[in-house]
């Protein structure tokens, strides 16, 4: 046998796995493609279904009234048991100083232009929890499904030293709480709400901001500084993580900003209250 012909024959048996391998391979893409596509098209009929609904149902178990939102159907799923429900939302909600108002002008009655200053943003992401399995979990523990009802609670300390403690002037109902060697690098600030603990009753909730390092050097500033601090008027991120709220039904991510840090816990205490009402328990 010739190199010519040696060469051949080798490119010959090559070409030929390479024809299994993709042979092999296309219907493995093809159905998984199938079923995505088939489960997009369930998904949509899931949502059209529900498209005049004002009363949706939540995955696993419960309803969310989708009156009182600007949107028409939260953020659907939907298993191969046919189970279509909610499983989350975003929204937008002002906090007037008095009450909570969804972000649309059918709530407000004002133009998007007419909003007055002083209302602070309170955007939000949620996450719709399975009521039917908390509620299982209450009744009969399964280590398997639920979480450890003696398990120490996660987060930040209940107290902190108070030689370590800053309480700005400028927003009552928070602290800020240093540490014994600060780190001189630039960092966002987490403010801790003294007065309004997690659903353990102990863990301090959080609000954590990200302060212009040039205008707000936290880093360098002295306990006397800290405690006149102010950011004013500017609008500098802040967020209000899922540990720190909860609501009936689910946990939500908070997005404002440093002027809401002055009644932040009064505005939060509202929106909790008003999510949780818009949760409707099962019978």
């Known amino acids: 046998m010739t190199y010519r012909t040696r060469m051949h024959t080798r490119f010959s048996v090559l070409a030929s796995v390479c024809a299994v391998v993709l042979v092999g391979c296309k219907p493995a893409s093809q159905d998984t493609d199938k079923r995505l596509a088939d489960y997009q098209a369930r998904l949509q009929a899931c949502v059209d279904s529900m498209e005049n609904k004002t009363r949706i149902p939540i995955m696993g178990g419960g309803e ?20 279509c429900g909610a499983v989350g939302f975003e929204a937008e909600f002002y906090w007037t100083g008095e009450k909570i108002v969804p972000n649309a002008p059918k709530f407000t009655s004002l133009h998007p232009t007419q909003i007055p200053p002083e209302w602070r943003r309170l955007g939000v992401g949620a996450s719709l929890g399975n009521r039917r399995l908390g509620n299982q979990c209450k009744e009969q523990f399964d280590p398997q499904k639920c979480p450890d009802p003696n398990r120490k609670p996660s987060g930040p300390p209940p107290t902190w030293p108070e030689n370590l403690t ?3 002037k400028a927003y009552p109902g928070l602290e800020m709480r240093l540490q014994p060697v600060r780190d001189p690098r630039p960092t966002g600030v987490t403010f801790f709400m003294t007065d309004w603990p997690r659903r353990d009753g102990v863990t301090p909730r959080t609000v954590i901001c990200s302060p212009h390092e040039v205008d707000f050097p936290i880093h360098k500033m002295t306990i006397a500084e800290l405690e006149q601090l102010d950011f004013g008027k500017r609008t500098l991120p802040c967020d209000v993580g899922y540990g720190s709220f909860d609501f009936k039904g689910g946990g939500a991510r908070i997005s404002t900003g440093t002027e809401a840090l002055r009644d932040i816990v009064p505005a939060l205490k509202a929106l909790q209250q008003y999510l949780s009402d818009s949760i409707i328990k099962e019978d």
């Open 166 to 168: 800053v309480r700005p």
């Open 64 to 83: 969310i009234d989708t009156s009182r939102f600007a949107f028409n159907v939260p953020h659907m799923n939907v298993t191969d048991e046919g189970e």
